[in-house]
């Protein structure tokens, strides 16, 4: 796959799609007449959350989408693939440009680099291929730009034209995006045997807060994407320390300090530095939106309170041992502690000094709370919440 750097791909992202595509497993059994209106209503529902979540926020979204409102896709698990390579292209490009000009100074370099484009492509692939099952929507911060006329509905005839089709690029980061993954929503409202019409629109109540966050706080996607850009500008790409690294992970427990995902096992000292930063506005995110959520929630869909607890339930629950070993080392675990840790936070500063007081929060980077703050709502409210 020749890219607009001219080939310095470190994965072959069509091979990538197509390993995912081929892994994906089959989404619940639908008929088209059902499929049709799981989309439109999953349509219907993201704009109701849209005015829901500003009112109870009180943040104003920036609208940009031809129709008055950011871009809403409603996708496939083969969507949801396409649409996050275009996005991982986007945010991992200095890092392919640092290691092509390491490949350019070795000899035999251009070589291996076609064979190790080749390997990583299968495996993230595989990765995306299980993800693709378990993600009900996300907003996708770093999508690549792509004309509005390119992610609607097309082929009407085939099953895939009920569901929008994002593009692969190009490369040039575009307005964000949401994503809602239309047959995970029914696969895990069917599993959970909650009302579908309140499930739906709760989980539309989740994303859309992410939707809010970086339309209505201008600096905010910049800031996040400069953050991990930095990261991975920080990368230590030497083989042999991340073959080490790796030998870490794949040791008994006993003969290595506990680790909780891959991503630290190739850290730098700056780059955790950098990690705190990012896990503590990614706590504040997530926590955020399930406050949002839980909050709106009982004024608009009547069973949120059968359907948080049988969510968390699922949550806890996990699945089987392959499962929670890739959960641990992919940091969905970690995820799940964000969205626990953050809405702590959130919940802690608002009984202190009401909505209006946290939305201080989205003033400037300096202005995010710390790592240890997310912990500690009390020491924000006094750095920061109860300035004029």
Known sequence: MTSASGGADMVDWNL??????????PGPQVSRDEARKVVAELREHARTAEGAVREFTRMRSTS???DGAAPVLVVDRPGWVRANVAGFRTVIRPLEQKLSARRAATPGGAVLSAVGEKITGVEVGAVLALLSGK???????????????????????SPAGLFDQPRLGPDQPGPGRLLLVA??????????AVDP?????????HEETHRTQFTAVPWLRDHVQAEVQSFLAETDVEP?????????????AGDRPQRDTLLEVVQTPAQREILNRLTAVMSLLEGHADVVMDGVGPSVVPSVGEIREKFQRRRDKGAGRLDLLLRRLLGMDAKLRQYQDGAVFVRGVVDRIGMDGFNRVWTSPNTLPTKDEIHNPAAWVARVGRQS
Do not use: K, M
């Open 64 to 66: 940009l989408g031809a």
């Open 240 to 252: 042999t320390a991340l073959l080490e690294r790796l030998r870490e992970v794949l040791s008994p």
């Open 135 to 157: 993600v009900l929507g996300q907003y996708e911060t770093f999508a690549a730009a792509e004309p509005a006329e390119r992610a609607v509905p097309h082929t009407p005839d």
């Open 183 to 192: 047959p995970n929503i029914v696969q895990v409202e069917r599993e959970l």
């Open 16 to 25: 990538a799609v197509a390993t995912a595509t081929r892994l994906v497993r």
């Open 197 to 205: 019409h309140d499930f739906r629109l709760w989980v539309c109540l």
